[in-house]
């Protein structure tokens, strides 16, 4: 089975009700669930906490049965540095590594699909992970 990380994003669209992207990121979301696990990291969930008030609404928007909760791999956080590195070569600008970097790696070592609406990122930096994005 393809297990799919998801972005917070896309989470975060679908407990908000975006009324531009909800419908898109729920129907994603439901794809990805029927082919396989759903993954997320510290990273996703702490980007997702801030809609909620309390850790245990929080945790019932993301019942542990179905988003499997994964650790950051330490060969993650070599290869998000590296992201980072090549990001700021071409004079990005942001001081410290963005939390797609370490989204995007863990996709990367872990051989994770990844469920994102904001792909620009993760194709530049993560070309071998398979994105479940809108096109372009």
């Not at 993760?122 to 479940?132: E, G, K, S």
Request: hydrophobic residues 45%; glycine residues 6%; without cysteine.
């Amino acid at each position: 089975m393809t297990t799919t990380l998801v972005d917070s994003n896309v989470l975060l669209d679908i407990a908000t009700e975006a009324p531009a992207w909800s419908a898109w990121s729920a129907d994603a979301l439901a794809n990805a669930a029927n082919e396989g696990p759903l993954v997320i990291n510290a990273i996703v969930y702490a980007e997702v906490s801030i809609g909620f008030s309390t850790i245990e609404e929080l945790d019932d928007a993301l019942p542990p049965d179905v988003y499997e909760r994964e650790q950051l791999p330490f060969e993650a956080g070599f290869l998000a540095g590296k992201a980072f590195l090549a990001y700021r070569r071409r004079r990005g600008t942001r001081p410290l590594p963005l939390p797609d970097f370490y989204i995007g790696a863990h996709a990367a070592i872990n051989g994770h699909r990844l469920l994102t609406r904001d792909a620009r990122r993760y194709r530049a930096y993560f070309p071998t992970v398979q994105l479940l994005a809108p096109p372009p």
